[in-house]
């Protein structure tokens, strides 16, 4: 399985940016798609995920409101719409796939089968 993110780039504090994240080859089960990001120095964080089974998205608080995580028609592509964005939103961000569900808890990194390349997100103040 491959995870194809893109759409990073470099904006201004309050402008909006819209990653994708497409899934292709030997795929076993679209369950759920998860976004992380991560910055020099710190952990990886959950951002938002989409459950292709109850079509319903799920954010972190840092983000709920400014970010929404969609699919698109063909089903295996999953949009994250990052709306007025600020400089601590700065990270390389990641998708990932879950083939199937572990546990209730979106969030957490294990739960996750494939994870993508990542792409930068660069917020200038």
């Known amino acids: 399985v491959q995870l194809q993110a893109s759409g990073g780039g470099l904006v201004q504090a309050g402008d909006s940016l819209r990653l994708s994240c497409s899934a292709s080859g030997a795929i076993f089960s679209l369950n759920a798609m998860g976004w992380f990001r991560q910055t020099p120095g710190k952990d990886r964080e959950f951002v938002a995920a989409f459950a292709w089974s109850s079509d319903m998205a799920y954010y972190a608080d840092s983000v709920k409101g400014r970010f929404t995580a969609s699919r698109d028609s063909t089903k295996s592509t999953v949009h994250l719409q990052m709306n007025i964005l600020k400089p601590e939103d700065t990270a390389v961000y990641y998708c990932?796939?879950?083939?199937?569900?572990?546990?209730?808890?979106?969030?957490?990194?294990?739960?996750?089968?494939?994870w993508g390349q990542g792409t930068l997100v660069t917020v200038s103040s």
């Open positions: 990932a796939l879950r083939n199937y569900a572990r546990s209730g808890d979106y969030g957490r990194e294990d739960e996750y089968d494939n």
